[in-house]
């Protein structure tokens, strides 16, 4: 079974609370995102492997450890571009692919339009980005995707999170550890996370 991993930074809870006020404007929701997906990949980074190598500082050579290319941010469209640039910021030798998915309306199934992916994610490891993690369809789909490209090292980091997502990709995904920074209550019945923050993308592009 996987990892759920549930932020509890202060930071990471202030800046949440925030994100889900309605009267949040877009500005101010977007930098919101970006500053929680960066306290984030702090804690979804910390198990990166580091090689050794010489520095020479301006007194005396010494021994450094560096994080070599070794990581593939996968976001989700629409919302989950909204992580990237703080991941990127992070690790600025990461690859960026890009999963296209919108949920159908009425079934609330994922449906695939778009897809590009670094040719070596296999050798990578994945961070799939999104910030809501509702029915969790629209994460399985994208773990499959980038699995079915080989990909073996795969985390998923959503901002927002229902039990039933989590247990959606846990089910499917055992093998991938979750990181998100609120475990909400449940979904309502038009499958919107509650108390949520309604609809990431629109809140993000506005396109309400
Ligand atoms: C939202 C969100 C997730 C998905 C979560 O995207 O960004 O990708 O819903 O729902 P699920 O866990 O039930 O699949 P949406 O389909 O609204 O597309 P958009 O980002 O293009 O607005
Ligand atoms: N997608 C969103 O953007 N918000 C939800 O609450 C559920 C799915």
Known sequence: MSNLFVMEHPLIKHKVSILRNKETTVKEFRELVNEIALLMGYEATKD???????????????????????????????????????????????KVGHVGLYRDHDTLQPVEYYCKLPTDIEERQVLVLDPMLATGGSSAAAIDVVKKRGAKKIKLMCIIAAPEGVKTVQDAHPDVDIYVASLDEKLNENGYILPGLGDAGDRLFGTL
């Open 48 to 94: 990166l492997t580091l090689t050794e190598v010489e520095v020479e500082t301006p007194l005396v050579k010494t021994k450094g450890q560096v994080v070599e290319k070794q990581v593939a941010l996968v976001p989700i469209l629409r919302a989950g571009l909204g992580m990237v640039e703080a991941l990127m910021s992070l690790i600025p030798a990461a």
